[in-house]
């Protein structure tokens, strides 16, 4: 009987866990940013992916242009966008609208087009773009009384017509690019909204502004070593499912354990943070 029991707590926790994981969406590596406002002139760019909680077709989904940037899209990438993806159709910044604090144009990098909607627009129908664009107001999903959410999980509310709120989603139908992007009324997804990642390039080495600094060797085995990293600097690596796996803050990291595979390292000091693809062979 004891036998049993212990069996059966080791397959009760083993069912939490696998349930738990399947209501938590699958962040790729970087850190999820605070929202902000940028011009054309000195712009922020973030890759924007789909944060459903319960419709795992729909999450860790990646908002984009297709077809020469006239085709409002998503694409699915549960590790993140790798540098071998990445380009600038991926790429939006949010621009302040004339409402006020709080309320934006999303436009894209790649046409420069923005995120547009008809004032007849409604729940479930789809968003496209244009060169004029329309206001979506953003707020935390926490504040709109949605359950399951996460910190900087951020919603956008079509601000285009008279009917509110009609949150930016991914939605159930397809177009020549993939899954379309449409509105949702209020709680028609539990935890709907999006997460917001800084765009920085991936490369193999890290360079200052002052201090030439490099991460070798690369590919790595039983070592890794960010040289001349600087004194008060923290060195975090994540695996591409955006877990922390070694932290420190001396140059030598001790990798023996690690499994083989890509990881994130990402180099803090007070010049600036930098990201370094590295891979353990």
Same mark, same amino acid.
């Given at each position: 009987?004891?036998?049993?029991?212990?069996?059966?707590? !080791?397959?009760?926790?083993?069912?939490?866990?696998?349930?738990?994981?399947?209501?938590?969406?699958?962040?790729?590596? +970087?850190?999820?940013?605070? =929202?902000?406002?940028? *011009?054309? !002139?000195?712009?922020?760019?973030?890759?924007?992916? %789909?944060? #459903?909680?319960?419709?795992?077709?729909?999450?860790?989904?990646?908002?984009?242009?297709?077809?020469?940037?006239?085709?409002?899209?998503?694409?699915?990438?549960?590790?993140?966008? %790798?540098?071998?993806?990445?380009?600038?159709?991926?790429?939006?910044?949010?621009?302040? /609208? =004339?409402?006020?604090?709080?309320?934006?144009?999303?436009?894209?990098?790649?046409?420069?087009?923005?995120?547009?909607?008809?004032?007849?627009?409604? %729940?479930?129908? +789809?968003?496209?773009?244009?060169?004029?664009?329309?206001?979506?107001?953003?707020?935390?999903? !926490?504040?709109?009384?949605?359950?399951?959410? *996460?910190?900087?999980?951020?919603?956008?509310?079509?601000?285009?017509? *008279?009917? #509110?709120?009609?949150?930016?989603?991914?939605?159930?139908?397809?177009?020549?690019? /993939?899954?379309?992007?449409?509105?949702?009324?209020?709680?028609? #997804?539990?935890?709907?909204?999006?997460?917001?990642? =800084?765009?920085?390039?991936?490369?193999?080495?890290?360079?200052?502004?002052?201090? %030439?600094?490099?991460?070798?060797?690369? =590919?790595?085995?039983?070592?890794?070593?960010?040289?001349? !990293?600087?004194?008060?600097?923290? @060195?975090?690596?994540?695996?591409?499912?955006?877990?922390?796996?070694?932290?420190?803050?001396?140059?030598?990291?001790?990798?023996?354990?690690?499994?083989?595979? @890509?990881?994130?390292?990402?180099?803090?000091?007070?010049?600036?943070?930098?990201?370094?693809?590295?891979?353990?062979?």
């Amino acid at each position: 009987m004891k036998k049993f029991n212990s069996f059966l707590l !080791a397959f009760m926790l083993m069912f939490s866990a696998v349930s738990l994981k399947a209501q938590m969406p699958n962040l790729p590596a +970087g850190s999820v940013a605070t =929202p902000e406002v940028s *011009t054309a !002139a000195a712009p922020v760019w973030y890759n924007m992916m %789909s944060s #459903h909680l319960t419709a795992a077709d729909r999450q860790n989904r990646f908002l984009t242009l297709a077809n020469d940037g006239d085709v409002l899209s998503s694409e699915k990438f549960d590790g993140g966008i %790798s540098t071998a993806n990445q380009n600038d159709k991926y790429l939006w910044r949010l621009e302040a /609208g =004339p409402s006020g604090a709080g309320y934006v144009y999303i436009v894209n990098k790649a046409s420069g087009k923005r995120l547009f909607g008809a004032s007849t627009l409604a %729940s479930n129908w +789809g968003v496209s773009v244009d060169n004029t664009g329309v206001e979506w107001k953003y707020q935390t999903s !926490a504040s709109t009384g949605q359950t399951g959410t *996460t910190p900087n999980q951020y919603v956008f509310n079509f601000e285009g017509g *008279t009917v #509110h709120p009609l949150y930016l989603n991914v939605g159930d139908n397809t177009n020549s690019a /993939g899954y379309k992007i449409v509105v949702f009324t209020a709680g028609a #997804h539990n935890a709907s909204g999006w997460f917001l990642y =800084p765009y920085s390039s991936v490369s193999t080495s890290v360079n200052a502004t002052k201090t %030439s600094t490099s991460v070798y060797p690369n =590919p790595f085995k039983n070592s890794l070593m960010v040289e001349n !990293a600087i004194e008060g600097s923290n @060195i975090t690596l994540c695996d591409l499912s955006g877990r922390i796996v070694l932290q420190s803050d001396v140059k030598m990291m001790n990798t023996e354990e690690l499994q083989t595979g @890509i990881y994130i390292l990402k180099y803090t000091s007070k010049e600036g943070n930098q990201l370094v693809k590295v891979v353990k062979d």
